[in-house]
């Protein structure tokens, strides 16, 4: 069965200092993988993906997130947090025809 | 341009309603998908299907009905409305675990 797992609900990080979102994954295979980002009612946002290419993603408003099989990781980060950050945050996994989502983890950023 | 089309983007119901969500792409892709989101609770997948003709239920498929008529639109019925589906409704779409692509959202209240 394929599965992702963030293993956080909820993070809060200070204005100005690193952010990271944890996200594990489980599949026979190496999936396609995700971040979304979804600020308050609003839709979801790509933010990077990783399709077996280079394991170092970068992706928008300088987040990036690396792939690690040996982990079965995918793990968002960004160095220094914005009070534009703060939003929920999913991440997604795509097989040939499904795509199978986290649970979203709510950043909040502290002025 | 290319993507998702989702409307209505908000809706209210009388209990015992009924109404169509409508979801169209124009990107050819095989997999379509419609999710809930409650708080609290991510994503849930509400039906999904994996080309023109081909339906399948997800998680939380009470109370909803799918077609894939074409390979283009996957409306989501709601045969009889009821306060329990009040929720924020997503549509989706993607082939070969490239990319997702989401819709943008229909907030529908059901009183």
């Known amino acids: 069965a394929q599965s992702v797992t963030q293993l956080d609900s909820h993070v809060s990080v200070s204005e100005g200092t690193p952010v990271l979102l944890r996200c594990n994954y489980s599949?026979?295979?190496?999936?396609?993988l995700f971040w979304y980002v979804q600020h308050p009612n609003k839709g979801l946002q790509l933010l990077l993906k990783y399709t077996s290419a280079a394991t170092l993603v970068k992706g928008i408003n300088g987040f990036e997130a690396e792939f690690k099989k040996s982990e079965t990781s995918f793990h968002l980060t960004k160095p220094s947090a914005h009070m534009s950050d703060a939003a929920e945050y999913f991440c997604?996994?795509?097989?040939?025809?499904?795509?199978?989502f986290g649970t979203g983890t709510r950043l909040t950023v502290i002025p | 341009n290319a993507g998702v089309t989702q409307t209505p983007k908000f809706q209210v119901l009388k209990t015992g309603q009924s109404m169509t969500l409508q979801c169209a792409q124009d990107m050819n892709h095989e997999y379509m998908s419609w999710y809930r989101q409650d708080p609290g609770m991510g994503l849930r997948l509400i039906h999904y299907s994996v080309g023109a003709g081909i339906t399948d239920q997800g998680e939380v498929p009470n109370g909803y009905n799918v077609s894939r008529s074409t390979t283009e639109d996957f409306p989501l019925r709601l045969l009889s409305a009821a306060p329990s589906q009040t929720s924020v409704y997503f549509c989706a779409s993607s082939s070969g675990g490239v990319q997702a692509f989401f819709g943008q959202g229909t907030r529908l209240t059901v009183v």
């Open positions: 997604v996994g795509a097989g040939a025809n499904n795509l199978f």
């Open positions: 599949s026979s295979y190496s999936p396609s």
